[in-house]
RNA sequence: GCUGCUGUAGCUCAGUGGUAGAGCGCGUCAUUGGUAAUGACGAGGUCGGGAGUUCAAUCCUCCCCAGCAGCACCA
């Protein structure tokens, strides 16, 4: 007998052997039918799996979501896989995990047919809809590692085999069967058959290439993707959330609202329409006052530098496949013959800031006066990323930092990362964003001692602990192996509107360029001293937070960073010379004020600058001018509200006027 | 960079081996209207670029470019 504690405390004697299931059975029906799984010992399990030694048991229903999700996804994989090989025989299975919201499964078509397409995906949805009617058991059994390298040759399975020959010998694994017909290596848990499924609680979305265990020299596979819930009801709110998100992607916005374009002449470059460039410069002047409230000096750098000030950074041995560079020569102009000789020197353009700051401090003697030394750019950097990455502002091959690098001694360092937490902080809440921090440690390859490494944690760590930010509730943790080459990343992560979340700022503590780039101070003894480097963003790019700002808002600003923040409209021509008044008088408060005076209806004027998304729509007619009145109608909201010219442009002013200075 | 898909008017898209079409937008005219589309008329396109097949290519084939989704990458 074996002694199985629950939940609440209570204990019962049971055979060994006996399953969660009979246990649940035994506690009532109601029980019974509505669990799906167990966690024994904390560990999620099969509901049909043996117990053999006393544990703690807790069953698993579908009110415990965040399981009975994993399990749903992670059976839906293994139905997709099993529905791919039913339809299309000499299709081989790889993997097939459970993701954020539903699963994927990585397979490789048959020679004879090539690559799954979308037109594939309605009849494997079709099958697996099958599968899960026939509520087919879903059995575990343990193998010794031999017999299943050797079961999946005899399959043609050569990735299962393969993956099988790499887990350590003697090693039992474990596999489900589905029925008796079908089964893939699995570590499960799974529920305990197909039944338990929801048929109308997936969709298949998506077939793409991913390479076999993540390896650009690998084969390409076909990874077909699907979305995954618990009932329909949940499969249908997911579809809408998705359609949110897509009525808020920036490229259609930027596009509606006319803030930018991108062509192929300049892919990966931004062209910005006077729109979107307003929200850059407001954004530029409300990053210029936090930095010179908060000590910096703002500097400008050359964009082309010699190749030889790369080799001594670092840069040109590791990263020159991602920079432009160019010769340093004047071109060939005659019609016939190369444009470029090949024996010039090479220059490139900057992918980063931090050299040409470097060599900024190292003009002059500092002394550990000096100390910190906050330089400060709106840093235009160029970067070649690969074609495949580039994606709307996101990724982009052109950008401008909001970069600064802090020039400091030692026992500065903790003060100086508290200091920018604050000020992250303050920032992202201003934009209505709340944040998690993580601490990406060191990576494979790096430059520096391990015991500089091991400061260099431990001073990000202490400053964020001390600033009360590493807990829970600003989802702390940290992330092994992620770290850049020259130093660990203090990282936060915005969560938006909608809750995605996007990496943007960071401040990272480096040793290395210092020392590479021969920076010194003198310090108290006259002796001289490496300063350590803190590299730090807050929005990361302007680009690429213009970018998060516009899905995050869903186009519609605040008011402070609305390209348009009103728009006077007419009733009746009669009111054109009012309408040319008021328009003065708001553009002379400093509002972003338009005058509609076209010749069109009040609905049609009224849709056109909702659709616009302008904060604010002042309608003029006769009344409002011979009252000396406006009738705003916010965005929004349907109504209006009466108010005189004066009350409008007081209001108005507050709400343009940022908040950091409100 | 890899796999798949896509590229037709400013935008969203339809269409065909015999030199192109809609809606919106744009222009002109009429209309002066009270809070999400007034009506009529009109002007726009070497159908992403190059080569090939064909009597004839926007359509078929090949190459290139870009975009989209995913992968890989992201100092």
Redesign the pocket.
Known sequence: MIRVTLPDGSAREVARGTTPADIAAAIGPGLAKAAIAARVDGELRDIMRPIEADAQLALVTNRDEADALELARHDFAHILAEAVQALFPGTQITFGPSTDDGF?YDVMAPASR??F??DDLPAIEEQMRAIIRADKPLRREVMARDTLIATWQNARESFKAEWAAELPEGQELSVYWSGDDWMDMCRGPHLASTGKLDPAAFQL???????WR???KNP?L??I?GTGWLNKKQLDAHLVRLEEAAKR?H??LG??MDLFH????A??SVFWHPNGYLIWRELESYMRRAIDNAGYKEVKTPQVMDARQWEQSG?WG??????FVIPDEVPNVDDEGPVISGDADWMALK??NCPAHVLIFRQGIKSYRDLPLRIYENGCCH??????????LM?VRQFTQDDAHIFCREDQIVAEVQDFCALADRIYKEFGFTYSIKLALRPEQRFGSDADWDKAENELRDAVVHAGLATEEFGWEELPG??????P?LEWHLTDAIGRTWQVGTI?SDRVLPERLDASYVGEDGARHRPVML?RAIFGSYERFIGILIEHYAGRFPVWLAPVQAVVA??????DGYAHDVTAKLKAAGIRVEADTR??????K???H??AKVPH?L???????EEGKV?I?S??S???R?MTLEEAIAMLSHEATPPDIR
């Open positions: 994927y090539g690559p397409t979308m979305t998506r077939v793409a290439g991913a390479y993540g390896d650009q390409q076909s990874r993707y992607d490229r259609r596009q509606d991108l062509q192929q002449e892919h990966g840069h590791k990263y020159r496949a991602n920079m992918p980063m970067r070649n990323e690969p074609h495949g990455a580039l994606h709307g990724r992620e770290g850049a080459f020259y130093a990343k990272q590299h007419t009733i009746t021509s009669e009111a010749n069109e209806k009040i609905n049609y009224v849709r056109e909702s659709v729509l309608v003029v007619g006769m009344r409002e001018a009738a109608r965005l929004g349907d109504g209006q009466i």
